[in-house]
């Protein structure tokens, strides 16, 4: 439990309610935490679909329309109605917009929802304070873990704090926050420290503040 300043312990000149300076830097480093997530949000919302995604798709009003489905190899999909169509390299928009078309002969102004539940081309972003923050494609070949990742984003910048390095997850619908501590693996040699990462996973690495 942070230490809430008062009076009594710091002299009658403090506000009883002043915020200690762990807060303060939890609170900063939560609204740069929100803003890496939002920069995440967006880069997906620009992802053109791949070969080998499974996507949800969700027609308004017609339950029994949905589906889940993969897209093949050349990049199309069989939907009912609608039939064998190309959705890869669309936008998640550009598909929706593309598949309402195609049902329109069938449905009075169809509604589409399209979900990519899983990437065919599995990614993890690493983002905060890393020279180089974004998507790495993950390897096929062997799995990659925190340290390499950030090695690849071009490792920290200067105000980087690496003992603070968080992985981002969600595992069967439950958000989790994993703390890394870098200086285990790289200062005491601890690999156990350097966990492999997951589909999706996103590595945060927050500001020093000393």
């Known amino acids: 439990m942070p ?3 008062t009076p009594q312990s710091v002299g009658a000149a403090v506000p009883a309610f002043t915020a200690s300076s762990q807060e303060q830097q939890q609170l900063i480093e939560e609204r740069i ?3 890496a997530l939002d920069q995440k949000s ?8 791949q070969p080998g995604d499974l996507l949800e798709i969700i027609v308004f009003k017609e339950s029994d329309m949905g589906r889940t489905l993969r897209i093949s190899g050349n990049g199309t999909v069989t939907f009912p109605l609608a039939g064998n169509l190309k959705l890869s390299e669309l936008s998640v928009p550009e598909a929706e917009s593309f598949l309402a078309v ?3 002969d069938y449905i009075k102004a169809p509604q589409v929802t399209i979900l990519i539940k899983e990437y065919g081309n599995k990614q993890i972003y690493v983002l905060g304070e890393v020279k180089k923050p974004g998507a790495i494609q993950l390897p096929t070949e062997r ?4 340290l390499e990742a950030i090695t690849l984003a071009g490792g920290f910048t200067d105000i ?3 003992d603070r390095t968080k992985v981002l997850r969600n ?3 439950q958000n989790q926050s994993i703390e890394v501590k870098i200086s285990r693996i790289t200062k005491e040699g601890d690999k156990s420290a350097d966990i492999f990462l997951e589909p999706n996973d996103t590595v945060f690495v927050p500001q020093s503040f000393f």
Do not use: D, H, R, W
């Not at 967006?42 to 679909?49: E, G, R, V």
């Not at 799995?143 to 925190?146: E, S």
């Open 3 to 5: 230490e809430i300043l």
């Open 33 to 35: 935490l929100q803003s």
């Open 42 to 49: 967006k880069s997906q919302a620009n992802y053109k679909i």
């Open 102 to 104: 195609k049902l329109s």
């Open 143 to 146: 799995k990659l873990t925190v």
């Open 160 to 162: 980087a704090a690496p």
């Open 171 to 173: 595992a069967n619908g």
